[in-house]
Every structure is written in structure tokens, then in C-alpha cells.
């Protein structure tokens, strides 16, 4: 649901002073949460320089990106390329001597007709950007590839102290990155127009899912975690009709389905041959 809403939000505002204002209040969101459930948000000073580490891909990354595609595509499409992030944590796995199999190479294959797919017809529209799409898929491989860090490289933290951790240095690059292309006279955002997707996603994204998504990375191996999320492209679409009036196309359709099954491929386990 909140792929329409960044949408909006972006045509209100721009878009990196927008995810910055989300995160600065889905910290103090957090603060709360940790006090009323009674959790640490302590991080060992032997800890900080994994956390930076995974704070890159899984924050940094994946955020900057993705914001600044949602701003060049619609919703649902920006959610098909973001939802690739299973696959690119199966190639991740390269790096730790995972090996693919012919399943994950299929899955790949399908993957890439649909981001080529969209990128096609992005460049075949007049008003196509396929610098969006570019964008979205430089955020899903970081997303991916961080996916996997963290099962790697794991951090004995609650999922609340993790993520609130994480915050302070991807408010920065965030904010730097603002000034940088934004500009520094943005000023507040003015209205309830402008101030509400901010709460909702400080609230709903930043002090909940990302919490829960991070909890869900941290216990489960990357393909299953990645699982999760096999849904979310099509809500991305449908979702984006519905509240945007934006209207998929032949592309945006197949492209889902070639997604979705890139997803199957990889994540779907094989049944045992009968005995």
C-alpha cells in the first residue's frame, strides 16, 4: 500500500527531503516503541562497524534509490522492479560460495526479460523514464545483496535496536543527499497533504515494517525471509489503480507475471520424489 502513497507524496514534495522527514520521525517512533516494550537500543561499541556495514546496502542503498525511482515511475510499476530483490539475493549468495543451481538461473533469466521489458517500453514512451527503472534496480540489488549480509554477518540485537541504529547514518546520507540535488531552500512541508504520507510512512513503514522486515532477515535464511514479500508487487499495481487511477499496461502485466514467477523459481522448494 505504500507504493502509491510514496507516489503522491513525491508530487507533493521532493523526494529525498520526504524520506528524510520519514526517517527522523519513524526514529523518534521507534524511541517510543523501545520504551514501551522496555528494549535496549544500545549498540556495542564493538558492533558499530558491522552495522555500518549492513546499514550501506540495507538503508543507504536501497532507500536513496528507491526514492528517487518512485519519483520517475508509477507505483506499481517502481514495485514490480523493487520486488526483484529475491533474486539478486540469490546471486548474492555467489559471493559466500552459494551456488545457484539451474533454478536460480532461470529465475534470473525471467527477472531480466521483465526489467527489460519495462525498460523498452520506458524508452519507447514519450514521457518514459529509464533512468527509473535503472534506479529501481540498482535499490532492489542492494536490498538483495544486503538481505544477504545480514544472515552472514549477524548482530545479536532485538530487531527494534538494529533498525533504530541504522537511522542516524541514513538520515545523513540521506539529508546530504537532499542539499546536494534538492537544494537547501525546500523549506517544511506545508498542509496536511504534504505531512501525512510523511506519519504514515514514520509510523507504518519505518516503526513497524522495517522493524518487522529486519527481525524476519535476521532469523530466517534469505530465501526464505525474501518469501515474505511475493505479494507485495501485485498490491503495488492494484494499488496504484485504485487510489492513482494510474493504468497498467500490456508491459506492467507481463512484467508482474514474469516476476512473479522468477520469485517461484527460486523460492517455491522442489518436491521430494516419491520413494
Same mark, same amino acid.
Given at each position: ?6 507516489? +503522491? #507524496? ?5 523526494? /529525498?527531503?520526504? $524520506?528524510?522527514? =520519514? ?11 523501545? @520504551?514501551?516494550?522496555?528494549? !535496549?537500543?544500545?549498540?556495542? $561499541?564493538?558492533?558499530?562497524? $558491522?552495522?555500518?556495514?549492513? =546499514? ?14 518512485? &519519483?520517475?515511475? !508509477? ?7 523493487? +520486488? ?6 540469490? /546471486?548474492?549468495? /555467489? ?7 539451474? $533454478? ?35 535499490? %532492489? ?11 552472514? +554477518?549477524?548482530? &545479536?540485537?532485538? %530487531? ?23 537544494? %537547501? ?7 496536511? !497533504? ?5 506519519? +504514515? ?7 513497524? =515494517? ?14 526464505? !525471509? ?33 516476476? /512473479?514467477? #522468477? ?6 522448494? @522442489? @518436491?521430494?520424489?516419491?520413494?
Amino acid at each position: 500500500m505504500n507504493w502509491p502513497v510514496m507516489k +503522491y #507524496a513525491v508530487t507533493q514534495y521532493p523526494p /529525498l527531503h520526504f $524520506r528524510t522527514l =520519514c526517517m527522523v520521525f519513524g526514529m523518534v517512533a521507534m524511541w517510543f516503541v523501545a @520504551r514501551q516494550m522496555k528494549v !535496549s537500543l544500545k549498540v556495542p $561499541r564493538e558492533m558499530w562497524g $558491522r552495522l555500518a556495514l549492513l =546499514c550501506i546496502p540495507n538503508m543507504i542503498g536501497w532507500h536513496v534509490f528507491c526514492i528517487l525511482a518512485v &519519483k520517475e515511475l !508509477s507505483s506499481g510499476r517502481a514495485a514490480i522492479l523493487g +520486488y526483484t530483490m529475491p533474486v539478486w539475493a540469490v /546471486l548474492s549468495g /555467489l559471493m559466500f560460495a552459494h551456488p545457484v543451481g539451474r $533454478r536460480g538461473w532461470v529465475g534470473l533469466s525471467l527477472a531480466m526479460v521483465a526489467a527489460m521489458l519495462l525498460l523498452s517500453s520506458e524508452f519507447a514512451a514519450i514521457a518514459g523514464s529509464p533512468l527509473g527503472v535503472v534506479l529501481m534496480l540498482i535499490a %532492489a540489488a542492494s536490498w538483495g545483496f544486503g538481505t544477504t549480509l545480514i544472515r552472514h +554477518y549477524p548482530l &545479536k540485537l532485538h %530487531a527494534l535496536a538494529f533498525t533504530h541504529a541504522m537511522m542516524p547514518p541514513t538520515i545523513i546520507a540521506m539529508g546530504l543527499a537532499g542539499l546536494w540535488f534538492e537544494g %537547501a531552500n525546500v523549506g517544511l512541508p506545508q498542509g496536511w !497533504s504534504q505531512w501525512w504520507p510523511i506519519f +504514515y510512512n514514520a509510523f507504518g513503514v519505518f516503526a513497524f =515494517c522495517q522493524v518487522a522486515w529486519f527481525s524476519l532477515a535476521k532469523s530466517l535464511p534469505p530465501v526464505v !525471509s525474501s518469501l515474505s514479500i511475493m505479494i507485495i508487487p501485485v498490491v503495488g499495481v492494484m494499488s496504484g489503480s485504485f487510489f492513482l487511477g494510474e493504468v497498467p499496461h500490456w508491459p506492467d502485466f507481463a512484467a508482474l507475471v514474469l516476476i /512473479l514467477g #522468477a520469485m517461484a523459481v527460486i523460492l517455491v522448494p @522442489r @518436491r521430494k520424489k516419491a520413494v
